[in-house]
């Protein structure tokens, strides 16, 4: 990931220049050693002692009066680089890259780069569309150079379209992707995430508490990693990951058929979602009114998602999740068996900063051998990557 690496964020002469502040925050916090190069443009929107005071490194500006070592500076600096990063890129930038024109250190740094480079172009909507720039673009990714494209909004202009600075955490999320080793390139990785609905009348259903964090995580760290990952989410508030293919569902059944749907093509299923075991017999096309009394629902039960695909199995590699509330190894291991898994995910609710809706998670992996690994409480993205790590090694890779 992130943390340990030295990245060098070149930041070009454009109203979103202030954003690679907040940039420059998040990748310290991701626990790496940023260090700056500015155009002369870009101190015209921002002061170099800015990043300076926040990296703790000095910040490098385009003029031999910032930098006494001017006439090395861009060898050095590309020595001690794991990634380069330019937010904003400009359409000047993306064009003098292009070109190979290297009248400034930002130019003659890229130049001299071994590193990969993460370009993230912020310009106006009709300069983005402009024939010239894609022109550039494209020369640029046939190089290699990695570009994440502008996202869709209100520009300085006032002008609505493409050409907003990416999100701050999409630039991370590609940072750390461009980092990651492709040990799953060869995988497609089939994952549920989230709850199911089952609706009782237009405006009431049964639901439970998942909120698709550790499914999301999954899909992301496998998409990280090299795999092609479809996402089958229920109704959750998360971002949609980068990357993916994602199909939405609301429903047990619904789920089962998208499921269905996209298995032929998996090599791994990772079955993360909490899919509601009984749905209401019959659902009211109208609300139920309130009424003295009780109210009695006849269930029915769902499809049994992971017990149908442990019976098509084949070749793939199968893991499902348990949550349990009392006897974890002995329950989750009978799980594994009666829908024939090669792994499952046990955890506790009753465990501190486990569980449903929590960014950390508690987790203990057992294998069909009967091998038990207890992680401590981590990230989920953390407890993403130990579950991947699981299956390079079962793959042998």
């Not at 209100?154 to 999320?173: D, Q, V």
């Not at 594994?336 to 499952?344: E, P, V």
């Amino acid at each position: 990931m992130l943390s340990g690496k030295r990245v060098l964020l070149g930041v070009t002469g454009g109203i979103a220049a202030y954003k690679a502040v907040e940039l420059t925050r998040s990748l310290i916090k991701k626990e790496a050693s940023v260090t700056v190069i500015m155009t002369k443009n870009a101190t015209e929107f921002i002061s170099p002692l800015t990043f300076q005071t926040l990296s703790g490194n000095p910040t490098y500006v385009d003029t031999f009066a910032a930098s006494r070592y001017y006439d090395i500076a861009h060898i050095s600096l590309t020595e001690k680089t794991d990634l380069m990063i330019v937010a904003p890129a400009t359409a000047n930038c993306l064009a003098k890259m292009a070109l190979g024109i290297a009248d400034d250190l930002l130019g003659t740094t890229v130049l001299a780069l071994k590193a990969p480079l993460l370009l993230c172009p912020a310009m106006n909507v009709n300069m983005w569309l402009n024939p010239a720039v894609q022109e550039n673009l494209d020369k640029l990714k046939k190089r290699g150079v990695f570009v994440l494209e502008p996202a869709h909004g209100e520009l300085a202009c006032k002008a609505e379209g493409y050409g907003r600075l990416p999100e701050i955490e999409e630039i991370i999320e590609e940072a750390e992707s461009i980092l990651t080793e492709k040990d799953l390139s060869s995988e497609h990785i089939l994952v549920t995430a989230g709850p199911t609905r089952e609706p009782i009348d237009p405006v009431r259903f049964i639901t439970n508490y998942s909120s698709g964090k550790m499914g999301y995580a999954l899909a992301i760290m496998a998409r990280r990693r090299g795999a092609k990952v479809t996402l089958v989410s229920g109704p959750t508030n998360l971002k949609i990951p980068r990357g993916v293919d994602f199909v939405r569902v609301t429903t047990a059944r619904e789920m089962y058929e998208a499921v269905l749907e996209h298995f032929n093509a998996a090599t791994v299923v990772i079955k993360a979602a909490a899919v509601a075991d009984y749905r209401p017999r019959e659902v009211s096309p109208v609300k139920i009114k309130k009424r003295t009394g009780t109210l009695s629902l006849l269930l029915t039960k769902n499809p049994d998602i992971i017990k149908e695909l442990g019976k098509r199995k084949g070749n793939r590699l199968l893991i499902g999740f348990a949550m349990e509330t009392e006897n974890l190894i002995e329950n989750a291991y009978a799980k594994l068996k009666r829908k024939n898994l090669d792994f499952i995910v046990a955890n506790a609710l009753t465990d501190e900063g486990a569980g449903f809706e929590k960014d950390t998670n508690i987790v203990t992996i057992i294998s069909k051998s009967g091998e038990v690994e207890k992680l401590p409480r981590m990230e989920k993205i953390e407890v993403a990557k130990c579950i991947l790590d699981k299956v390079v090694r079962y793959r042998g890779k």
